[in-house]
């Protein structure tokens, strides 16, 4: 676990907790809840669905009465923050876990802390959205709520999966946030403040995690990096459903057809596209360490999730961002 042979890592470890330092957010003090812009009112249509949104584009949910629109849109949005601040529980003690053994004088203590407290941050500025939208909603599927307590477990002594893992959850929300955000459509002042906080911050946490693995990853043997091959797209997979699809509780909620439902995720080929792209990443981080081999690609074939690599890191967001400033 000792790093201090590799200049360029630690010197990059250097670089973001730095920016940590320099350039960090407070929920309570960067975002003016009370201000009356910000309140939550009735039958307010900025909450309705963008084109982004693979539900937001469908036919059914635009042929619905705009009432409907923007209470589906405030439940979907509650609980996709839900859903976020679920994920980024698992992560902080996950890199609680990762720290506790990580030895004196390394540069990924101070880092992982400068990220976990980050991520605390962010699971404030999300539970207090979905407060004041005012859903119950409940988050993650089930079935994740009840296997989640092992995850941040595999951080100590499976760290590598684990920070797949973070990746698999990071990229597909940071994706969407940024998709949304670029699209400049008027939205409700807190998501587009949350939002754009929360893409600020997470540029560095996927650029830790890109280079944890880097440099990792081709330490593993042969054998050791065949097996994760084959991991790393399953859980990409899996752990995106967890955090796109609505769970159960939506569909039935609103009555929305099981042919819609299919539509969305991922029958229509704008979903299958946004699903793709939301690894391309990760695909560059794969063949770039030797995790590409002809079954890995069937794997990543087979969750839907294949496609042509990036060239650089975020090639295909490029366009402009709302400001954070
Ligand atoms: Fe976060
Ligand atoms: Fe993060």
């Known amino acids: 676990m000792d790093v201090s042979d590799d200049p360029r890592y630690v010197e990059m470890l250097a670089t973001l907790s730095e920016g940590s330092v320099r350039r960090n957010f407070n929920p309570y003090q960067d975002i003016d809840w009370d201000s009356p812009e910000f309140a939550v009112v009735p039958n307010d249509p900025r909450w309705v669905l963008?084109?982004?949104?693979?539900?937001?584009?469908?036919?059914?949910?635009?042929?619905?009465?705009?009432?409907?629109?923007?209470?589906?849109?405030?439940?979907?949005?509650?609980?996709?923050?839900?859903?976020?601040?679920?994920?980024?529980?698992?992560?902080?003690?996950?890199?609680?876990?990762?720290?506790?053994?990580?030895?004196?004088?390394?540069?990924?203590?101070?880092?992982?802390?400068?990220?976990?407290?980050?991520?605390?941050?962010?699971?404030?500025?999300?539970?207090?959205m979905v407060n004041r939208i005012g859903m119950d909603v409940p988050g993650m599927p089930r079935l994740l709520k009840w296997a989640q307590p092992i995850i941040p477990l595999a951080a100590g002594p499976a760290p590598i999966p684990f920070f797949f893992g973070v990746l698999a959850g990071e990229e597909p929300i940071d994706h969407t946030q940024k998709s949304v955000l670029r699209e400049g459509r008027n939205l409700h002042p807190i998501m587009e403040r949350v939002m754009a906080i929360h893409v600020a911050e997470e540029a560095r946490h996927i650029s830790f995690a890109h280079q944890y693995l880097q440099k990792r990853v081709p330490t593993l043997r042969r054998r050791q990096r065949f097996g994760l091959s084959l991991l790393v797209p399953l859980t990409m997979r899996i752990l995106c459903s967890a955090i796109l699809v609505p769970p159960k509780a939506f569909w039935k909620e609103f009555d929305i057809p099981r042919s819609v439902r299919k539509d969305v995720f991922f029958r229509a080929p704008e979903s299958r596209k946004m699903l793709r792209d939301m690894f391309s990443d990760v695909r560059m981080l794969c063949e770039d360490t030797g995790l590409m081999n002809p079954l890995a690609k069937l794997i990543w074939k087979i969750c839907k999730i294949d496609g042509p690599a990036s060239r650089y890191r975020s090639e295909p967001q490029r366009e402009h961002l709302v400001s954070v400033a």
């Not at 698992?90 to 053994?101: A, D, K, P, T, V």
């Open 50 to 128: 963008t084109d982004t949104d693979p539900l937001g584009r469908h036919p059914w949910y635009q042929a619905q009465s705009l009432e409907r629109q923007i209470e589906i849109g405030m439940w979907r949005q509650a609980n996709v923050a839900k859903v976020g601040l679920h994920f980024e529980n698992i992560l902080i003690r996950g890199l609680m876990e990762y720290s506790f053994w990580v030895p004196n004088g390394s540069p990924e203590y101070r880092y992982c802390l400068h990220e976990a407290v980050e991520e605390c941050n962010h699971t404030l500025m999300f539970q207090e």
